[in-house]
């Protein structure tokens, strides 16, 4: 069954080609860092985050792209984190999101 056309997106179209993108740096990130890596995307994070409440920030979302690949911006929108620790006292999967910031923002500087 085809789905409905209501003749409007909310979000552009975008594709996600995980074969193009350049893994390298997400993986020299997980290789320091094995946490990275265990993030279930459960949005914990981002609705307890401080600076979620103050600005557009999104750590799930940050952290999802870099993950895929996708590194534009990252390091900007880490540089919103004020390193509270929230986000790491509620992460389900126990992940040290305020060391994955730190290491986002030194790996991925030139993006
Ligand atoms: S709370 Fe933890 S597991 Fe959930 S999205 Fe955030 S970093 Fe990932
Ligand atoms: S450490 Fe950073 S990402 Fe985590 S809750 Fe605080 S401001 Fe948000």
Known sequence: MNAINFGYTINA???IDL???DLGPA??????MPDFAACIACGGC???CTAGNLTQFNFRMVHTLVRRGEYTGAWREMNKCMLCGK???VCPRGINTRGVVRLI???LGDY
Do not use: P
């Open 13 to 15: 179209g975008r594709g």
């Open 19 to 21: 074969d193009r993108n």
């Open 27 to 32: 993986h020299e990130i997980a290789a320091e």
């Open 46 to 48: 981002t609705a307890t």
């Open 87 to 89: 986000c790491r006292l």
């Open 105 to 107: 923002k030194r790996k």
